[in-house]
Structures are given as structure tokens and as C-alpha cells.
């Protein structure tokens, strides 16, 4: 028990700072911040974030479909080139 020291004495404070300290304007203000959320509506609901959200989204199809046809594409023709060489090579 001796970690810990229980002080029972009385501070007096003068009612100038207590009349200084207190503002529960500020104290309801900084509990109303602390509370609400940190977004109105939802997302989905906010039809500006929406389209935001779905044009990125849409971008970002568009992009990876490009270059998933370049690469098919690509392999394509790294293919045929493979098959006509080993053609005239057997010939």
C-alpha cells in the first residue's frame, strides 16, 4: 500500500478561478464535436460522393479491360510469329 499517498487535506481555490473555469458553452460545444458523426448522410445518399465513387470505379474498368485486350493482343501475336518461324525452319 505504500505505491499509493491519499491526500486529505483541502485545497482552497479562490471562487475567481472557479468563476474563470467555468463555461459549459465551451464544454457542451467540445462534447456536441466529440458526439456527432463525422459524416451527415451516408455516402450512397450523397449524390455528389456517389458520382465520384462510381466514375473512379468506371475508370478504373475501363482501364483495366484496355489493357487486358493489349496483352491478349500481344500474346496473340508473339503466338503467330512463334508458328510462321518454326514453318519455314521445318521447310
Same mark, same amino acid.
Given at each position: 500500500?505504500? +505505491?499509493? +499517498? /491519499?491526500?486529505?487535506?483541502?485545497?482552497? /481555490?479562490?471562487?475567481?478561478?472557479?468563476?474563470? !473555469?467555468? !463555461?459549459?458553452?465551451?464544454? +457542451?460545444?467540445?462534447?456536441?464535436?466529440?458526439?456527432?458523426? &463525422?459524416? +451527415?448522410?451516408?455516402?450512397?445518399?450523397?449524390?455528389?460522393?456517389?458520382?465520384?465513387? &462510381?466514375? $473512379? &470505379?468506371?475508370?478504373?474498368? $475501363? $482501364?483495366?479491360?484496355?489493357?487486358?485486350?493489349?496483352?491478349?493482343?500481344?500474346?496473340?501475336? !508473339?503466338?503467330?510469329?512463334?508458328?510462321?518461324?518454326?514453318?519455314?525452319?521445318?521447310?
Amino acid at each position: 500500500m505504500d +505505491k499509493f +499517498k /491519499i491526500n486529505r487535506e483541502k485545497i482552497n /481555490i479562490p471562487e475567481g478561478a472557479i468563476e474563470r !473555469n467555468k !463555461n459549459f458553452k465551451k464544454l +457542451k460545444a467540445n462534447y456536441d464535436d466529440a458526439v456527432k458523426p &463525422l459524416y +451527415k448522410k451516408p455516402l450512397y445518399k450523397d449524390k455528389k460522393a456517389f458520382l465520384v465513387i &462510381l466514375i $473512379i &470505379l468506371l475508370l478504373a474498368y $475501363i $482501364i483495366s479491360e484496355v489493357t487486358d485486350a493489349e496483352s491478349t493482343e500481344k500474346n496473340k501475336n !508473339n503466338g503467330q510469329d512463334s508458328v510462321t518461324s518454326n514453318t519455314t525452319i521445318n521447310k
